[in-house]
Nanobody, 125 residues
Framework: QVQLVESGGGLVQAGASLRLSCAAS????????MAWFRQAPGKERLFVTT????????YYADSVKGRFTISRDNAKNTVSLQMNSLKPEDTGVYYC??????????????????WGQGTQVTVSS
């Protein structure tokens, strides 16, 4: 089992920045590729970004490319999401997720083995 706990959400104005963190425990962190998904009210959960086990490869949804940066620290068992130039459409609950690295980098939420409880991000216009 892997336990994931997100933090760092909040209410900000458009154009502001936020940094989300996800702390992992329970298994060897570097055995997992990590990702962030988000879910707006009444909408499905969507892929935001993913990072491979070593931190050497990342992918981003087109909607956040150039504004968001994912990173990980395997020594601290954490993955972070730096969000800059936030827009109202970035509003939602942000979830941290872990997938066994043997699967490669995946964008389908059904491929992820573990999820955090989510942290709310609200961007006002």
């Amino acid at each position: 089992q892997v336990q994931l706990v997100e933090s760092g959400g909040g209410l900000v104005q458009a154009g502001a920045s936020l940094r989300l963190s996800c702390a992992a425990s329970g298994r060897t962190f570097s055995d997992y590729n990590m990702a962030w998904f988000r879910q707006a009210p009444g909408k499905e959960r969507l892929f935001v970004t993913t990072i491979n086990w070593s931190g050497g490869t990342t992918y981003y949804a087109d909607s956040v490319k150039g504004r968001f940066t994912i990173s990980r620290d395997n020594a601290k068992n954490t993955v972070s999401l730096q969000m800059n130039s936030l827009k109202p459409e970035d509003t939602g609950v942000y979830y941290c997720a872990a997938a066994l690295r043997a699967r490669g980098l995946v964008f389908d939420l059904r491929k992820y083995d573990y999820w955090g409880q989510g942290t709310q991000v609200t961007v006002s216009s």
